[in-house]
Antibody, heavy 118, light 105 residues
């Protein structure tokens, strides 16, 4: 059973850091392109970042480039998102997602809430 | 960046109706278009990829079509569990972008 479980959400202060993790199970994690997608309260879906199956290539949406780092550990089947210099507009539910064919997402985690507030 | 638009923004329908949701890309994206369903408080559910291919386990009443810049999601014979928000997404290139969503109520 394919499963993605996020952790690490919570409250972070503006300018500070938070780290998210996503534990994968039930599939060949190392064959999947992995993504972070977020959803601000009451808003639509926003792609945040992606990493290739081996972590060689990473891509970011403009608003987080230089502040967030996506990474993966294919030995531990885990995806990470290091979020630095947090802003109030980073407040959202962050979903971990995976794609086997191209970038077509076929797996989603349940999401973890990040709140940036002083 | 490729901008995605959806129409209508919201629509009302009844069980048994057939509905169509439209999605337009600001430039051609080949067939690299996906559809997702989301219910309140839940993660998105992947419905369709490559414009028209249903993910495993998705009911056959869902169908997708289109190419280039214009795409549609059709639900034939609405069921009570289909009332949700639907998002299209292009993955032809980075940045990946989503449409703003269509609320089906």
């Amino acid at each position: 059973q394919l499963q993605l479980v996020e952790s690490g959400g919570g409250v972070g202060q503006p300018g500070r850091s938070l780290g998210l993790s996503c534990a994968a199970s039930g599939f060949n994690f190392h064959s999947y392109t992995m993504h972070w997608v977020r959803q601000a309260p009451g808003k639509g879906l926003e792609w945040v970042a992606s990493t290739s199956y081996d972590g060689t290539y990473n891509y970011y949406t403009k608003s987080v480039r230089g502040r967030f780092i996506i990474s993966r550990d294919n030995f531990k089947d885990t995806l990470h998102l290091q979020m630095d210099s947090l802003r109030p507009e980073d407040t959202a539910v962050y979903y971990c997602a995976g794609s086997y064919v191209d970038n077509a997402v076929d797996a989603w985690g349940q999401g973890t809430l990040v709140t940036v507030s002083s | 960046d490729i901008q995605m638009t959806q129409s209508p923004a919201s629509m009302s329908a009844s069980v048994g109706d057939s509905v169509t949701i439209n999605c337009r890309a600001s430039r051609g994206i080949s067939n690299n278009l996906a559809w997702f369903q989301q219910k309140p408080g839940k993660p998105p559910k992947s419905l369709i990829y490559s414009t028209s291919t249903l993910h495993n386990g998705v009911a056959s009443r869902f169908s997708g079509s289109g190419s280039g810049t214009d795409f549609t999601l059709t639900i034939s014979g609405l069921q009570p569990e289909d009332f949700a928000i639907y998002y299209c997404q292009q993955y032809d290139g980075y940045p990946i972008t989503f449409g703003p969503g269509t609320r089906l109520e």
